[in-house]
């Protein structure tokens, strides 16, 4: 499966921003379906993960209640809506797919290009 992140941009403090990435070449239904994140310097860090239904997300605490995920598999498309941004977040985020919930990299087996988010103080 091809993954293809989009919707990365710049946007001030505070504000929201939402990313998508479609899958191409084979459904992503049958995925679990991750976000990732890498700032400058930094190594890629877990953001979160859905299951094929949707029906279970796993986010990385410090990201509860701003950040959620979420799937529309008829779309081939999952989704992070981003709220509350704050220039902390600013990195290249990544969408994976695989066969595990988990916040580890290695439980995902393809990955998408990247989409850069910058927060402006």
């Known amino acids: 499966v091809q993954l293809q992140a989009s919707g990365g941009g710049l946007v001030q403090a505070g504000g929201p921003l939402r990313l998508s990435c479609a899958g191409s070449?084979?459904?992503?239904?049958?995925?679990?379906m991750g976000w990732f994140r890498q700032a400058p310097g930094k190594e890629r860090e877990f953001v979160a993960s859905?299951?094929?239904?949707?029906?279970?997300?796993v986010h990385t605490d410090f990201m509860k209640g701003r950040f959620t995920i979420s799937r529309d598999n008829a779309k081939n498309t999952v989704y992070l809506q981003m709220n509350s941004l704050n220039p902390e977040d600013t990195a290249v985020y990544y969408c994976?797919?695989?066969?595990?919930?988990?916040?580890?990299?290695?439980?995902?087996?393809?990955w998408g290009q990247g989409t850069l988010v910058t927060v402006s103080s």
């Open positions: 994976a797919a695989g066969w595990l919930l988990s916040p580890r990299l290695d439980a995902y087996n393809f």
């Open positions: 070449g084979r459904s992503v239904s049958s995925y679990v």
């Open positions: 859905i299951n094929w239904q949707g029906g279970s997300t």
